[in-house]
Structure formats: C-alpha cells, structure tokens
C-alpha cells in the first residue's frame, strides 16, 4: 500500500491474538462470557448454520442459538446437543420471522446473519439485519446476506462483513485486483467510505476498518472444502460477544481458523473437513486462556 496507510499495516500473529483475547473472570456465570446467534439456512443448507455455530460455541462464549427456517430446525437439532435450535416460521428471513426471533431469543451479544440463508430479497434482508443490528453488541455478516443493501443498511457502525472475492465484487460493484498491495487498497477504500470492518478471505486473508490493515497467512491450502468460512463467521461473532471490537476481533478469527486447520492439517494432510477445523479450535485457542 502506498501513502500513510502503509504505517498502519501489519500481519496477524500469536502475540497480537494474545493481548487482544480477553480474559474470562474467575467468578463467572452463564451469559457473561457472551452469548450468540446464527441466523440463516435454509431447504439446501442446514450445515453452515450449524458449523457456524460451532465455530462461535468453540471460542468459549455461554449460548448460542442458531435459528433458522423450521423446515430444516430438526435436522440441525440432531447435530448436537450443545445449541439451542429456534425454528424460524417462513423460509426467507422476513420482518415478521425477525420479530418472532426477537420476542424468543433475549440478550443476544452478536448475531451472525448469512450461512446457509439462500437467494433472499436484497431490501428485505437490509431491513432485517439493521433491526438486528439494534438488539446486539454487533453482527457479522456472511454469505447470501453480503448484499448491498445491506451494506447501506449497516454503513457507519463498525459491522463484520466476511466475503470473498466474488461477494466483494457483488458488494461494492469492483473486481478485487489480483495484486495483494492492490487488493489491500480497494478493500480499505471500500471499508473506509462505508464505515465497516472487512475481513477478506483468501490466499492472504486482508482484515480492514479502512484505517488499519491485518493480514493473515496462517491457513492449510486444504481449506478450500466447503464449511470453513463458515466456521470463521462463528469464530468472529463469538469474539464480538465477548466484547473485542469488530476490526480485531476480525483479525483474529482469521488467525485462529486458520492455525486450527493447519493443526487439522498435520493428522490429515490436504484432506480435512469443516468439522476437522472445528475439533482444533480449543486446541488454538486454549494457548491464549487466562483467568482474571
């Protein structure tokens, strides 16, 4: 990058994640170490909301629900035991599906809108994930929800959004440059004039607020398969209901996701699964745990 904002850049490491991981207090209880939901699926997809959900569940916070349209609410509830499963009336997230979730669900410290959701209504999901937006700490927003009316609806308020480079294109109307200086600019341009934070996955994941860039290259190239941004999504959200602020929190689900699928690398070569980075999530994150 050019100019000032070459001052500002720096790669993503264990000691930055580190001192940006808060402490979990030693006289804690249920709720105050952050709660989350996933909000998508649908017909085709019941996985990603659910991997999602790990990915959050695994960064240590208390709850997390993961709603999504009752057509599929059993399927995931068999997943596993550890979430609470809301069934969500309609299969496109409308404004009354949003109001039943808000009268169900209380207290949520982040949602994470987008895995699994499906083709949606552009302006419908504006108006959904601003009134989301309203109820929480923050909200990350991933996959079929990274559209830009959202983005105007979210402009100004520090939101994660997680896309790659085709989402980024959808979003903003720009081909990502292939150049990694070149794809930095944009993406802090871009993150800048909306007043959100990014995290741009790829070969070098680029994380901006428009004023600082992180890059992360910590990543097994078998983490192509399917699921894994996903889990990057949950990770972001857990760390926002835990209180890091957007752009690091950003930073260091980067690292983290991509340090557990080098560690599911090492048993498993170029053959790992979504799940497989899920299962090395505590293992990672277990070297920044301490008690206040």
């Known amino acids: ?21 808060p ?5 804690a209880h249920k709720r105050m170490n952050g709660t989350v939901c996933v909000v998508g699926g649908s017909r085709m997809y019941h996985g990603a909301p659910y991997l999602c959900g790990c990915g959050a569940l695994r960064t240590g916070v208390d709850i997390v ?9 059993t399927a995931v509830r068999s997943l596993s035991p550890d979430f609470i499963v809301v069934p ?3 299969g496109k997230l409308t404004r009354g599906n949003t109001a039943k979730l808000l009268a169900w669900v209380k207290n949520v410290d982040c949602f994470a809108v987008g895995p699994g959701l499906g083709p949606q209504s552009g302006d419908g999901l ?27 609806s979210v402009g100004g308020t520090g939101t994660v959004l997680t896309p790659h480079a085709g ?24 993150a800048k004039k909306f007043g959100v934070t990014l995290l741009l996955k790829g070969p070098t994941d680029i994380v901006t607020d428009g004023d600082r860039v992180g890059l992360n290259t910590v990543h097994s190239p078998g983490m192509t398969v399917g699921g894994t941004g996903d889990v990057l999504t949950g990770i972001a959200a857990g760390l926002v209901a835990k209180g890091v602020a957007g752009f690091e929190a950003a930073c260091c689900a980067a690292f ?6 080098l560690k599911a690398a090492e048993t498993k070569g ?23």
């Open 88 to 90: 969500l009336p309609d």
């Open 126 to 152: 504006a108006g959904v994930v601003a009134e989301l937006k309203v109820c929480a700490k923050g909200v990350v927003v991933d996959a079929d929800a990274l559209r830009p009316q959202v983005l105007a």
């Open 65 to 73: 629900y993961i709603a999504v349209p009752a057509v599929i609410a």
């Open 256 to 261: 983290v996701n991509g340090s557990a699928g």
């Open 1 to 21: 990058m050019a100019g000032e904002s070459v001052l500002n850049e720096f790669t993503i490491d264990e000691s930055f994640v580190e001192r940006t991981i």
């Open 23 to 27: 402490p979990r207090s030693r006289d």
């Open 167 to 190: 989402e980024f294109e959808r979003l903003f109307g720009a081909k990502l440059p292939d150049r990694l200086d070149e794809a930095e600019t944009l993406a802090a341009e871009q």
């Open 270 to 292: 170029l053959h790992i699964s979504a799940t497989d980075v899920v299962n090395e999530i505590a293992n990672v994150m277990k070297r920044y745990d301490r008690l206040a």
